[in-house]
């Protein structure tokens, strides 16, 4: 059973830094991406970083240069850097773990982590 477990959100002032963590068990992170997802009020979800098993890793153009996503493969977590945030960054954000080769369209989610950038 793969289980995906968030952490690390809260409120923080535009401009600051936060790190949101996911601690996956359960998954073998091979072939498909590790991801992070937001969804803000009224906005449908949206990708915002994936990382490969070997490191290579994707960023929505909207925090392209402020976000850093890695993963801790001793630890089995999953980590999104987030810096000089903006107010647009406000969402809650889900960890994600795709599967279901070749095309991994299918994901696995966690709970979530609500992220509040204030002005």
């Known amino acids: 059973q793969v289980q995906l477990v968030e952490s690390g959100g809260g409120s923080v002032q535009a401009g600051g830094f936060l790190k949101l963590s996911c601690e996956h068990s359960g998954y073998d992170f091979n072939s498909c991406a590790l991801a992070w997802y937001r969804q803000a009020p009224g906005k449908e979800r949206e990708l915002v970083s994936a990382?490969?098993?070997?490191?290579?890793?994707t960023y929505a153009d909207s925090v392209k240069g402020r976000f850093t996503v890695s993963h801790d493969k001793a630890k089995n977590t999953l980590y999104l850097q987030m810096s000089s945030v903006k107010t647009e960054d406000t969402a809650v954000y889900y960890c994600?773990?795709?599967?279901?080769?070749?095309?991994?369209?299918?994901?696995?989610w966690g709970q979530g982590t609500q992220v509040t950038v204030s002005s």
């Open positions: 990382i490969l098993s070997d490191n290579t890793a």
């Open positions: 994600a773990a795709h599967y279901g080769e070749p095309l991994c369209t299918y994901a696995y």
